[in-house]
């Protein structure tokens, strides 16, 4: 059974950073893509950043480059992510995804693993 749990959320001014964690079990780690995304009170859903199996980072959404950096520690079946210069608007619930590995291969974008989510309230 695949899970994924977030952590590291919380409450910052304007300006500060928060390091999120996303710990996997029962995922072929090494093989699928994964990525964070995030969803605000009465939006809708997007993505933050993606990397893939070997590390890469496929991309990050256009708010947040340059801020946040995404990496893996494949010894500990983590993701990682690293904000930095934190904003009111970057304020949400941050959630952990990972694509579908099912037939022996990995679901392009079939994002089918979720966390519970952590709370990323940033006050200006």
């Known amino acids: 059974q695949v899970q994924l749990a977030e952590s590291g959320g919380g409450s910052v001014q304007a300006g500060g950073s928060l390091k999120l964690t996303c710990a996997t079990s029962g995922y072929r780690f090494l093989t699928c893509e994964m990525g964070w995304f995030r969803q605000a009170p009465g939006k809708e859903r997007e993505m933050v950043a993606t990397?893939?199996?070997?590390?890469?980072?496929?991309g990050f959404a256009d708010s947040v480059k340059g801020r946040f950096s995404i990496w893996q520690d494949h010894a500990k079946k983590t993701v990682y992510l690293q904000m930095r210069n934190l904003k009111s608007e970057d304020t949400a619930m941050y959630y952990c995804a990972a694509e579908k590995y099912e037939g022996g291969r990995c679901w392009e974008y079939d994002y089918v693993y979720w966390g519970q989510g952590t709370q990323v309230s940033v006050s200006s």
């Open positions: 990397i893939n199996f070997n590390g890469g980072v496929r």
